[in-house]
């Protein structure tokens, strides 16, 4: 008797929500290790970066990439909460990484001076854009897959709901 090969229903639900939760862009909360010891180069300067500690209570870092459509599109809503968390007082990274180093630097361009570069992948993601929110220590307090799609918002206030809800920051 051959054994059943009868579809598990429950057990594709499941998957489908534990899939649906990692692609929906928000935030998740909880322990997520520590951002890695890796040294980065900076876009318009001779310094590097180390990225397992910050030098504010909280660092937002967004790991983008030049392939990736979907960065390329998020690109507006990340410039604006960078600009808007660094006022703040919370320090932010963008890393341009995952490609050649003729196309990373292209794109760094686009985030400005300071924007970190990672050609050779050295930074451990599970795909782009990521974005991580740490502490002085480097402990990763959350981690969000995907970003918005859109141009950022005029209102200070829907702009910081972006930053509550997508980056996980107070």
């Avoid at 054994?3 to 929906?24: E, F, K, N």
């Avoid at 809503?77 to 960078?82: G, H, N, T, W």
């Avoid at 995952?98 to 993601?125: E, I, K, M, N």
């Amino acid at each position: 008797m051959k054994p059943s090969r009868a579809v598990s229903w429950p057990a594709i639900a499941a998957l489908a929500i534990l899939v649906g939760a990692l692609w929906s862009g928000r935030a998740s909360s909880g322990a997520h290790g520590v951002m890695p010891k890796i040294e980065l180069p900076v876009l318009g300067s001779p310094g590097t970066v180390v990225l397992d500690a910050c030098p504010t209570p909280r660092c937002l870092t967004v790991y983008v990439s030049p392939w990736c459509p979907h960065c390329r599109r998020s690109g507006p809503v990340i410039k604006a909460v960078e600009d808007d968390v660094r006022r703040r007082g919370v320090t932010a990274r963008v890393i341009v990484g995952d490609d050649t180093d003729r196309a990373v630097r292209a794109y760094a361009a686009y985030f400005g001076p300071g924007t970190l570069l990672d050609p050779g992948a050295l930074f451990p993601q599970d795909g782009v854009p990521t974005a991580y929110v740490s502490d002085a220590q480097g402990r990763i307090l959350s981690k969000t897959f995907g970003l918005p799609e859109s141009s950022p918002p005029s209102d200070p206030a829907e702009l910081r709901g972006i930053e509550r809800r997508n980056f996980g920051l107070p």
